[in-house]
């Protein structure tokens, strides 16, 4: 039987995926040397939390993330890459 996810829980997965995407494009423009590593921690972290079903904690997390990858961005827009 196929788990049904309730609108609410497709909208955050959605949010979720979509994040992930944006972490691993922003991680493509790290340093070669560095791009390997960073990837695989934005993996372990999207991993990490894949169990959690409290709707609340994933809005959270998806704040957190963004606020992340934003920081990172900027980094890497300092370094001029």
Known sequence: MVNALDLQSFILRARVLKLYRQALKIAHRAPPQARGELKQSIR?????????KDKQKIR???????ERIKQLDEMLDMQGH
């Open 44 to 52: 372990q972290e999207i991993e990490k939390n894949s169990e959690c």
């Open 60 to 66: 959270y997390l998806i704040s957190e993330g963004l």
